[in-house]
């Protein structure tokens, strides 16, 4: 199993509603990343970053934001949830020591409903 | 645009049977991943194979790859109730690290 964890599981909330999803791993990787996935569908990449102080936006725009003060963190926000942002977000970590694309570790997701 | 498309979406077989999923991509690849999700989890990572190999083992799993044609297969051998699972292979092109995920394929076992 890897070492990467994902909170809430699951989080059911209002439209309007502020909230943070987190995402931390113990395995000392410098790359994360942030997907998103509907169900029954292919995992788009929203956010990904690629060391301390260092946050980039995916192929697939997304309204939420990112940040990563520590190695280990790498939280998600949004300001102002929707019924559109409804998916599973889920948060992954490589070595990726090169430039060549290593595997990721994934965390369990979190599944999001705005209501 | 969409790098990598599954095929077939969905697959039903007996335990004992052999599953294979087909995997297409459009550009240049660097190498080429699979990962399986049991439903509403992460992925895990199956095996990887890069664009100079052309065929990998991992116990049941063999994968195979052919740039020419821009494609790869998975095969599960002797199937399990427990590889019921979606399976997704992702490519990572050239000149980036970044892993673009097919559509997938959903993987039913039946005991």
């Known amino acids: 199993e890897a070492d990467i964890y994902q909170t809430p599981r699951y989080l059911v909330i209002g439209t309007g509603k502020k909230i943070t999803l987190e995402c931390s791993q113990t395995?000392?990787?410098?790359?994360m990343y942030w997907y998103q996935q509907d169900p029954g569908m292919e995992l788009h990449l929203i956010h990904y970053?690629?060391?301390?102080?260092?946050?980039e936006k995916g192929d697939l725009s997304s309204e939420s934001t990112v940040s990563r003060i520590r190695t280990e963190h790498f939280p998600l926000t949004l300001e102002s949830a929707r019924p559109s942002h409804t998916s599973q977000y889920l948060c992954?970590?490589?070595?990726?020591?090169?430039?060549?694309?290593?595997?990721?570790?994934f965390g369990s997701g979190t599944q999001l409903s705005v209501l | 645009s969409q790098q990598g498309e599954e095929d077939p979406q969905a697959l039903s077989i007996q335990e004992g049977e052999n599953a294979t999923m087909n995997c297409s991509y459009k550009?240049?690849?660097?190498?080429l991943q699979w990962y399986r999700q049991n439903s509403g989890r992460g992925l895990v990572h199956l095996i990887l194979?890069?664009?100079?190999?052309r065929e990998k083992h991992s116990g049941r799993l063999r994968v195979t790859l052919d740039t020419s044609k821009k494609s790869s297969s998975l095969l599960i051998t002797a199937s399990r109730a427990a590889d019921t699972a979606s399976y997704f292979c992702?490519?990572?092109?050239?000149?980036?690290?970044?892993?673009?995920f097919g559509t997938g394929t959903r993987l039913q076992v039946f005991p």
């Open positions: 992954a970590s490589s070595a990726g020591q090169g430039s060549r694309g290593e595997k990721l570790f």
């Open positions: 395995m000392g990787h410098d790359k």
């Open positions: 970053s690629y060391g301390v102080n260092s946050t």
């Open positions: 550009t240049s690849i660097n190498n």
């Open positions: 194979i890069r664009s100079n190999e």
């Open positions: 992702a490519t990572c092109g050239i000149g980036t690290d970044k892993l673009i």
